[in-house]
Nanobody, 121 residues
Framework: VPLQASGGGFAQAGGSLRLSCAAT????????MSWFRQAPGKEREFVAG??????ETLYYVKGRFIISRDNAGNTAHLKMSSLTPEDTAVYFC?????????????????WGQGTLVTVSS
């Protein structure tokens, strides 16, 4: 099922952005939707994830980022606040089957195309 990520762009340090990831053209059963990010020259890292059926969440970036889901729209959102230049990266949404929110990229089957977030100081 294709994943469509949106909402990236430019922000100043201290600002906010909201990313969205929509599952288009199909639906998933019990699954987890997560966000990863990859900065230039760095490994892809887990940001946050949410289990669809129970709403359980897992965060790498605690306190500043909030992940939520819209069951009707089959869409997950990532609200990012108090952004810093270190948050600059391409953000990817990903889906894995099952209910466990795992922070390992290799455990995810479906990936969106990525959306660029640039935070200036």
């Amino acid at each position: 099922v294709p994943l469509q990520a949106s909402g990236g762009g430019f922000a100043q340090a201290g600002g906010s952005l909201r990313l969205s990831c929509a599952a288009t053209g199909g639906t998933f059963g019990n699954h987890v939707m997560s966000w990863f990010r990859q900065a230039p020259g760095k490994e892809r890292e887990f940001v946050a994830g949410i289990s669809w059926n129970y709403g359980e969440t897992l965060y790498y970036v605690k306190g500043r980022f909030i992940i939520s889901r819209d069951n009707a729209g089959n869409t997950a959102h990532l609200k990012m606040s108090s952004l810093t230049p270190e948050d600059t990266a391409v953000y990817f949404c990903a889906v894995r089957d099952g209910g466990a929110v795992l922070p390992t990229a290799s455990m995810y089957t479906y990936w969106g195309q990525g959306t660029l977030v640039t935070v200036s100081s």
